[in-house]
């Protein structure tokens, strides 16, 4: 989306934000969850991700915009989907990448962190 958005320049300054972001979210979010649990018990948590999930849904909802000028009518259907991600994962890059940069998004989690060491 942000490629739709923005020329070069412009999208990988945003790309970078947002990489940004996405690294420094998973330190943030156990100190967090962690102040919540201590002052206001295990349930906050729960409650806070429920009322922040609710506020994106309403936030993109009312914000955000579609980022292509033209819709594909195609691109929803069951068939077109399956063969997106057949030629997706059938891709040398894909499956040329090592295991630990497939799944790197996880590795970077603190609760699968925690699980693998304990």
Not at 9 to 22: F, V, W
């Amino acid at each position: 989306m942000i490629r739709d958005l923005f020329e070069r320049e412009m999208s990988a300054r945003k790309l970078s934000r947002m990489g940004t972001i996405m690294g420094i979210a998973p330190a943030i979010a156990p100190v967090l969850g962690g102040y919540l649990t201590v002052h206001y018990g295990w349930y906050a948590v729960f409650l806070f991700l429920f009322g922040y999930g609710i506020l994106a849904m309403v936030l993109t909802t009312v914000f955000l915009q579609e980022s292509l000028d033209q819709k594909d009518k195609h691109a929803t259907r069951p068939l077109q989907v399956l063969s997106n991600y057949r030629e997706l994962l059938s891709s040398l890059l894909i499956c040329s990448m090592p295991v630990p940069e497939r799944f790197a998004s996880q590795v970077s989690s603190p609760i699968f962190r925690h699980l693998h060491m304990c």
